[in-house]
């Protein structure tokens, strides 16, 4: 029991030393943490204050940055309202001034227009007349004025004009005393058919004169029936109708079947050999020359050319004298023969189209030759031959030479001949201008003209005002001797075939 008393007091002496130890420890701990957090207070107080400092003073810096940029600005608003102010004043000024010339410039036109007033009224006192009396006084002398000189000139430029042709024909007249005569058979404007007996002429007529009548509109073609035996005169400008409606008639007597319809028929049928004769008329003139690389298309308008006459002249025939003739010329001066043949052969093959397209035969014949590609030689040949442009080529020259040696040698041209036929066909394109025509024929050497209209477009009452309308129109733009008929034929037909 001592034993552990003693042992007892022992460890509570060392738990108290050990209690007091670690008091004495953790007071010492205190105290140093104590010391430690008053130090680094101080040190966050001395950096905070420095911080403090720093941002005091960046912010100082820039607020009288702010404050210097401020004054600059104000300094320049200041100087720019300054200068406004000047502007402002001095237009101001300005305008004053100009308000004050305003008033006077009105008070000028003010004295003006009374002193305009005082004058024209001193003027009508001495003239004894109006402003507008006088104004139309000075109209009306000025316009006679200008019409006595529009008169004189046109005197003076008539005169100019008739001496020019007189100087043109006397050079006229002297190339064709100087050219060289030879041979020429010129185209008619009648072709005669043989007929097998004269019993034949009353079936071509017809009962009441229907197959002459189906035959001549059908054709365009004038028929002649009189007394000369066994034989029909068949009388048209145009070489083209007349040829269709010969072979139509023959056609019909060979057939023995005379009627309407088969006139109708066989003209077709003529149409399409004249058509393919055309052709080979054409095909014939190039072999004749020797060319080669002719667009078939100038072929058959060269075919078409044999039944075209100029001045009396055979187109087809003059096209190819000319290429021969500049051929020749064009061999005897070293220059290309063939391209020489080949522009006196094109030379005129605007006259093949001239009835269908508007111009000169010139212009005409150049649109075709670059239309079928052909050479700029050939080209300005077509395009000098007559003068419209000066020739730079001697290809251009030989054709224009060869062409007035083909033209105007004696015999070779018979002008009345083609004045004749320009009338016939003037006639005809008048009567084709009208709306609703579809065909026209000039008969009768010209003094009838037959219209065939188409029935959906002109009625029966309107047939008679064109007839009207056509002679007023043929009165005032042909001359013509003696006077004109003018038939208008309307034919309503209806068509039904029987299976």
């Known amino acids: 029991m001592v034993g552990w008393n003693i042992g007892y007091r022992y460890r509570k002496d060392i738990a108290e030393k050990a209690i007091g130890g670690a008091e004495n420890e953790a007071v010492r701990i205190v105290e140093e943490a104590k010391r430690e957090g008053e130090s680094k ?51 101001e000024k300005k305008e004053e001034q100009y308000n004050v010339k305003i008033r006077e410039a009105e008070e000028k036109n003010a004295k003006i227009e009374q002193i305009r007033l005082e004058e024209v009224g001193r003027l009508e006192q001495i003239s004894g007349m109006t402003a507008e009396e006088a ?9 006679t004025e200008a019409e006595h000189d529009a008169a004189v000139r046109l005197r003076e430029i008539d005169q100019q004009y008739k001496d020019e042709a007189d100087r043109r024909a006397r050079e006229l007249i002297t190339q064709a005393i100087q050219r060289v005569a030879s041979d020429h058979v010129s185209e008619a404007t009648v072709s005669v058919v043989p007929l097998p007996s004269d019993e034949m002429k009353g079936r071509i007529i017809g009962r009441e004169g229907r197959n002459i009548r189906a035959l001549e509109t059908i054709t365009g073609v004038d028929l002649i029936i009189d007394d000369t035996p066994e034989a029909i005169t068949l009388s048209s400008f145009d070489p083209v109708r007349r040829e269709i409606a010969r072979l139509t008639l023959e056609k019909l007597i060979l057939d023995g079947r005379i009627h309407p319809a088969r006139i109708e028929e066989m003209a077709e049928k003529a149409r399409r050999e004249v058509e393919q004769t055309i052709k080979e008329e054409g095909e014939n003139a190039v072999f004749e020359l020797n060319l080669h690389g002719i667009h078939p298309e100038l072929i058959k308008l060269l075919g078409r050319m044999r039944y075209r006459t100029s001045y009396g002249q055979n187109v087809l025939r003059h096209s190819v004298e000319v290429a021969q003739l500049a051929g020749f010329m064009a061999s005897e001066l070293g220059v290309d023969p063939v391209l020489a043949r080949r522009a006196g052969l094109l030379h005129d093959i605007g006259k093949a189209a001239d009835h269908e397209i508007e111009g000169s035969h010139v212009a005409i014949g150049v649109e075709l030759a670059r239309k079928y590609k052909e050479s700029p030689a050939v080209i300005h040949a077509i395009e000098a031959h007559h003068g419209d442009v000066e020739p730079t080529t001697v290809i251009a020259c030989l054709v224009d030479a060869a062409d007035d040696i083909s033209a105007a040698r004696p015999g070779a041209r018979r002008e009345n001949l083609e004045a004749y036929i320009k009338r016939l066909e003037k006639l005809e394109n008048i009567a084709n201008g009208f709306p609703g025509v579809e065909k026209s024929y000039a008969i ?5 003209i037959r219209i ?24 005032a733009e042909l001359e013509y001797p003696g006077q004109i008929k003018i038939c208008v034929i309307r034919e309503t037909r209806a068509v039904a075939f029987a299976k």
């Open 41 to 91: 207070k101080r040190e966050a107080l001395v950096e905070a204050r420095e911080e403090i400092h720093r941002s005091r003073s960046e912010l100082e810096r820039e607020i009288r940055d702010r404050r210097s940029e401020l004054a600059k600005q104000e300094r320049r608003l200041q100087q720019k309202e300054e200068s406004l102010d000047r502007k402002i004043d001095s237009m």
């Open 135 to 143: 104004k139309e006084y000075l109209v009306k002398s000025i316009a």
């Open 444 to 448: 009768q050497a010209g003094r009838e």
């Open 452 to 475: 065939i209209v188409k029935p959906e477009e002109v009625s029966d009452d309107k047939i008679v005002l064109l007839s009207h309308e056509l002679s007023q129109k043929i009165e």
